[in-house]
């Protein structure tokens, strides 16, 4: 009864400072393996990375280029919080290029995201559930990915979940007299500021979650009155005050070309059809779910009997109403991401927290053996498959055994077994500690040393090793055939020449002091027939051998990298 109250009790319970201390601590812990010794991963964090390179490069701030093509597919934010933060890297290591650099908003992000989904669990389930709903946000798989990445989804989670957290706490205390003065702005200002900022940093998904969730409040509860609170006429206007410049900027700069491909052809593009062999059937999401809320999407399951009892309690139809409208059009749509539905995630933590502390509602009379059985099942299908995976992952691609993958194995399905009986029985200490090790674990091996030591799956980091130890001069430009992975781009610089074989072969022809070509087998033969015309029988010098998997396309690529006869 004690802990049913606590999560009734909703908006009055708060977090103390020392739990959120505790929780940034917890996450920077969680999400900082790999975070600098992992190479950049193709393709879109590459090309974030490097866009943002060249905006500092170039000084212009306006305008997103990956070489000479222009980026126009997501708005600027991003790009403007990878400069800022490789600046000030920079300053310090010495060195604009290194991709970590480029993911520190994404860690922020990440860590940002992790602290709001604990206060808006807070505010709607109570202090504990909101602790337990921050834990399961920064222990989970796909965002400990987003974090690793410099790229736009972790940052816009913090920003959706702030703004989500600002309408929870006005929904909740809709019935009470409204605050005047200073406080009657607060809330609205942060959930339309909120707002502005995910516009610049991806565009509408941002009001897409925040605007199904008040549609869907408004249809089920029959009015919508304490939405005035939002003062929704300023907030438009706080909206268009942070977005409209740059937009206004990139429109009159580019002649509308921005809106035509930001809009036309990447949402749109998204939605009538899937984009970059990404088109996937409805239910792709409720499938992959039980790897990307992993090791916690089990109790996500066990959570739902208790969340269609409780659907009539506020703070359960607001998790609702954030999660069912937002994950349907995902589903909907036909190019699918493993992190597309990371927006809904808190709320799904939020609602399995609260069932935890309730003991999901269940009672002797109703054990509900058969819903525990399968959700153990596929929650422990899906982590370990992961973990498996990690494990098999250097044999597959180098053919070799990874001793630290190979005892992640049973180590981590230990602790995981440990976390479902301890949570299973009520014992949420112990469970949940076991969880988070169990994360805590495989993120650190797999991040921290697994992956890093695949050499196979890392092509470009390959390339540009044989380059710096090969190049004829300092800033010996390379031409790539065959191979065109933007991580190529950003480890070996911005001039990097990418094309077919006659244009490598031609590249080196017409340097005869730094040039160096990077050729891929298939585009072999026309890279000998202009350097067998142009350097006769002594024919361009090998200099290394570069093998691997593309894992974009699932390929074996073998490279070679030429200079000129004597270089």
């Not at 269609?308 to 998790?319: S, T």
């Not at 036909?334 to 709320?347: E, Q, R, S, W």
């Amino acid at each position: 009864m004690e802990q049913q109250e606590t999560w009734e009790r909703g908006v009055t319970s708060r977090l103390p400072l020392y739990a959120y201390l505790l929780l940034a601590l917890l996450s920077a812990g969680l999400f900082l393996p790999g975070f600098s010794n992992l190479p950049p991963f193709d393709r879109d964090e590459a090309r974030f990375a490097q866009a943002s390179s060249q905006m500092l490069d170039s000084g212009n701030y306006v305008d997103i280029r990956f070489q000479e093509e222009t980026r126009y597919k997501k708005p600027v934010g991003i790009y403007w919080l990878q400069s800022a933060s490789t600046a000030l890297a920079s300053a310090v290591v010495g060195d604009s290029k290194v991709i970590w650099t480029y993911r520190i908003p994404s860690f922020l992000g990440a860590v940002l995201a992790v602290l709001a989904s604990a206060w808006v669990g807070a505010r709607l389930f109570g202090g504990a559930a909101g602790f337990l709903t921050g834990l399961m946000m920064a222990s989970c798989v796909v965002l400990g990915v987003e974090a690793r990445m410099a790229k736009t989804d972790a940052v816009l989670l913090a920003t959706v979940v702030i703004g989500q957290a600002a309408l929870a706490h006005l929904y909740l205390t809709r019935d009470q007299d409204s605050p005047m003065g200073r406080a009657a702005w607060t809330l609205p200002l942060l959930f339309w500021v909120s707002a502005g900022l995910g516009i610049l940093i991806k565009g509408p998904i941002v009001l897409l979650v925040s605007g199904s969730t008040l549609l869907v409040l408004a249809l089920w509860d029959r009015k919508a009155a304490w939405m005035k609170r939002l003062k929704p006429l300023a907030g438009l206007g706080i909206v268009l005050a942070i977005a409209a410049p740059w937009l206004i900027a990139i429109a009159i700069k580019t002649n509308g070309a921005f809106f035509a491909e930001s809009v036309g052809h990447d949402m749109l593009g998204k939605v009538a059809g899937g984009q970059e062999g990404k088109g996937l059937p409805p239910g792709y999401y409720l499938g992959s779910f039980w790897i990307t809320f992993a090791p916690w999407s089990f109790l996500a399951l066990l959570a739902v009997p208790w969340v269609w009892a409780k659907r009539r309690d506020d703070a359960v139809r607001f998790c609702i109403a954030w999660i069912v409208p937002s994950w349907l059009v995902f589903e909907a749509v036909p190019t699918k991401l493993l992190h597309y539905t990371l927006p809904v995630f808190p709320a799904i933590a939020a609602l399995a927290a609260a069932a935890l502390m309730d003991r999901f509602g269940r009672t002797q009379d109703h054990p509900r053996r058969v819903l525990t059985a399968l959700a153990v099942g596929l929650g422990g299908l899906g982590f370990g498959a992961l973990t498996l995976a990690v494990a098999a992952l250097p044999y597959l691609v180098d053919g070799r055994i990874d001793p630290v993958g190979l005892a992640l194995v049973p180590a981590v399905a230990g602790l995981f077994a440990l976390s479902v009986r301890g949570l299973l029985h009520a014992q949420h200490r112990s469970g949940i500690l076991a969880g988070l090790a169990a994360a805590g674990l495989l993120y650190a091996g797999t991040y921290g040393a697994v992956l890093p030591a695949i050499n196979g799956i890392w092509i470009s980091r390959q390339a540009a090793q044989a380059v710096a130890a090969a190049q004829p001069c300092p800033n010996s430009v390379v031409a790539s055939a065959g191979y065109s992975e933007p991580s190529l781009v950003f480890l070996l610089g911005t001039p990097t020449k990418l094309g077919g074989g006659g244009a490598a072969a031609a590249h080196l022809v017409a340097d005869p002091a730094c040039a160096l070509a990077l050729v891929e087998d298939r585009e072999e033969a026309a890279f000998r027939a202009v350097t067998d015309s142009a350097f006769g029988l002594r024919g361009p010098a090998r200099l290394a051998e570069i093998s691997g998997i593309n894992y974009n396309t699932g390929k074996r690529v073998h490279l070679t990298l030429y200079a000129r006869p004597g270089n």
